[in-house]
């Protein structure tokens, strides 16, 4: 079957009565799409086809276990989001009321009872303030509820734990990183991981011309803007980071050094995953002989 937003469900429920299940990567099939003439009948022709032939472009299927922890990691970036989406929209209503704003103390907890204490806000959005303050209060609390219940989750406490003795990696990043991942075994090399996280370009390649195109598309969006936002706080934290981000900075601009980063802390969580051992840096030796 072709994999949609109730295909996990409908796998769950095949797999113990079938031999073998497999999903199809819905952007590998677009020669189905593409066709004149399309309806339900012909796609499972064609991708019964494509099964007997052994060109089926069969998508990974995560544990049950992953993929419910992983709704709720989800549904908590959704909660994020809206915090943000809220606090810029009071910043507008500031703006037409002409209420003057530290737009740096914007995102501050203690902001909106600050302005509230002022007398200096217009009264028509004393209201709007109030419900503001308490709708973000309470996605926060419901945020902060649904991260301490993964960490303490004992299917993902320990390797929460190793991950986070790498350099610059907190909670969100090991959460992110052991649930949009998962099964670390279907990375059979680096490459392949920095493919899948989205830290790599496209390459077009015809005869002796080659074209790079920015970062690929066909990425997990999730995992990769965990990793670029590590990587740009990396180096202020961590001294080999911040070495690392200068040279690729002096070969290029500040986000060619940002993705050199986020690649080497990639390389850095999948040893510690694959090894199952908490991070040690390995000693520099150096060339000269003793």
């Known amino acids: 079957m072709e994999a949609t937003i109730f295909t996990g469900w409908i796998y769950d429920h095949l797999k113990p ?6 999903v199809a990567h819905p952007l590998m ?21 494509c099964l007997r032939c052994d060109f ?8 049950l276990e992953i993929r419910e922890r992983r709704r709720t990691l989800r549904y908590r970036s959704l909660l994020v989001r809206q915090v943000v989406q809220m606090r810029t929209r009071l910043a507008s209503l500031l703006m037409e009321t002409g209420v003057s704003y530290d737009r740096q103390h914007l995102h501050r907890l203690g902001f909106i009872s600050e302005l509230l204490s002022n007398e200096d806000a217009v009264k028509s959005i004393r209201p709007l303030l109030r419900v503001s303050q308490d709708s973000i209060l309470r996605l926060r609390r419901i945020e902060s509820a649904m991260i301490r219940s993964l960490e303490r989750d004992p299917f993902l406490a320990e390797r929460v734990r190793r991950l986070q003795t790498v350099p610059c990696v907190g909670r969100i990043t090991a959460l992110t990183w052991a649930l949009e991942m998962g099964d670390i075994s279907r990375f059979r090399s680096i490459r392949q991981a920095i493919s899948y996280c989205g830290l790599c370009g496209d390459e077009q390649k015809s005869a002796d011309k080659t074209v790079r195109t920015p970062l690929s598309k066909k990425r997990n969006k999730h995992i990769q803007h965990v990793l670029v936002e590590a990587a740009k706080l990396a180096p202020r934290d961590d001294s080999g980071l911040a070495l690392l981000y200068a040279k690729e900075k002096q070969k290029g601009n500040a986000n060619r050094a940002t993705l050199a980063v986020a690649r080497k802390i990639l390389t850095y969580l999948l040893a510690v995953d694959r090894e199952q051992r908490d991070f040690v840096l390995a000693p520099q030796f150096s060339g000269a002989a003793a």
């Open 56 to 63: 089926l472009p069969e998508c990974y299927m995560d544990s």
């Open 29 to 49: 099939l677009k020669a189905i799409a593409a066709s004149k003439k399309k309806n339900d009948r012909i796609d499972a022709s064609k991708i019964a086809d």
């Open 17 to 22: 009565h079938a031999a073998a299940v497999k």
